[in-house]
């Protein structure tokens, strides 16, 4: 079987042994009896086509994809009869990838987590402790298909709180670089990161940047704010893996995708990590850190 990801296998090491445990969890061990091998797009979106034609020219039994809704179309246009596993953030019926929750249809089902529809939620988070008339900036990759969603509803929630916001992009290490020193020449006072597998597989370069530029960011998932970065809110993705392991197992046992519900992670954390804050020297209302899941000191 093999993983389809759209981001760089570098910073996504746990993922992957997350999906491992699935799989061992199903009664399958990588090099043992059965072989998972891996493909990633480095970011680049553009790549996954090829990916994914060269996983069924080699007859994987199962592929498994990773990073959004792009790596699970480019395996679902790629082959009608290899069982697919997705984890995506948006809803799947609404992007066209199953014909129903329960009943999926087809060669796919996986793990929706959630993650691309709650970035207002995360912009709330930003405006407890913002000053009024402080502007946010929103870093977005443009490559990643739920973008303009994103921004849509980030802008439409600044509006009610009263916000400006100032939207960056970036689709590379550089880019990204480039987009901290614009938006600190803008004087943002604080940012939201866009959902992104990318962006999650930069996610020590962004934290970095963050505190190099004393902005204070609130992030998807929690692995940003275990390697430093202040506030994350979003399901737990390295569940979602675990998740799409066991589904990899039981489809290897014989089980249908059509037959395998998809999975919704709909239990959300806050993390805050109170060390990153006083660095910033930043007063965390005690509400917020009443409500918060995981305090990291």
């Known amino acids: 079987m093999a993983l389809l990801h759209v981001g760089s296998g570098a910073g996504l090491g746990h993922l992957v042994n997350a999906l491992r445990?699935?799989?061992?969890?199903?009664?399958?061990?990588?090099?043992?009896?059965?072989?998972?091998?891996?493909?990633?797009?480095?970011?680049?979106?553009d790549r996954l086509p090829a990916l994914a034609n060269e996983l069924v020219q080699r007859k994987v039994d199962v592929i498994v994809t990773g990073g959004g809704e792009a790596s699970a179309h480019a395996a679902k246009n790629a082959t009608a009869s290899i069982p697919i596993v997705f984890n995506i953030g948006?809803?799947?019926?609404?992007?066209?990838?199953v014909a129903s929750l329960g009943r999926p249809g087809?060669?796919?089902t996986g793990v929706n987590i959630f993650t691309a529809e709650i970035a207002a939620k995360r912009l709330g988070l930003l405006h407890e402790f913002l000053p009024a008339g402080a502007t946010v900036a929103l870093l977005v990759n443009p490559n990643f298909p739920q973008t303009a969603t994103n921004i849509v509803e980030v802008e439409a929630a600044a509006?009610?709180?009263?916000?400006?916001?100032?939207?960056?992009?970036?689709?590379?290490?550089?880019?990204?670089?480039?987009?901290?020193?614009?938006?600190?020449?803008?004087?943002?006072?604080?940012?939201?990161?866009?959902?992104?597998?990318?962006?999650?597989?930069?996610?020590?370069?962004l934290v970095e940047l963050a505190l190099r530029y004393r902005i204070p960011a609130v992030y998807e998932q929690r692995e940003f704010v275990l390697d430093g970065g202040l506030m994350s809110y979003g399901t737990k993705i390295i569940e979602s893996y675990r998740?799409?392991?066991?589904?990899?197992g039981n489809i290897l046992k014989g089980a249908k995708p059509a037959d395998l519900p998809v999975v919704q992670l709909s239990k959300f954390e806050l993390l805050i990590n109170v060390k990153t804050a006083r660095a910033l020297n930043l007063a965390i209302p005690s509400g917020m850190m009443a409500i918060a899941d995981e305090v990291v000191e």
């Not at 948006?90 to 990838?97: I, K, R, S, T, Y």
């Not at 998740?243 to 990899?248: D, E, I, K, P, S």
């Open 90 to 97: 948006n809803d799947p019926v609404q992007v066209g990838l």
């Open 21 to 45: 445990q699935g799989l061992r969890d199903s009664g399958y061990e990588d090099g043992r009896n059965m072989i998972l091998e891996l493909r990633w797009a480095d970011g680049r979106y």
């Open 106 to 108: 087809g060669n796919i």
């Open 243 to 248: 998740q799409m392991g066991v589904y990899a």
């Open 159 to 205: 509006a009610k709180l009263g916000r400006q916001v100032l939207l960056f992009r970036a689709t590379s290490a550089a880019e990204i670089d480039a987009a901290f020193a614009e938006l600190s020449q803008a004087q943002a006072k604080a940012l939201l990161v866009g959902a992104d597998s990318f962006f999650y597989s930069r996610r020590q370069q």
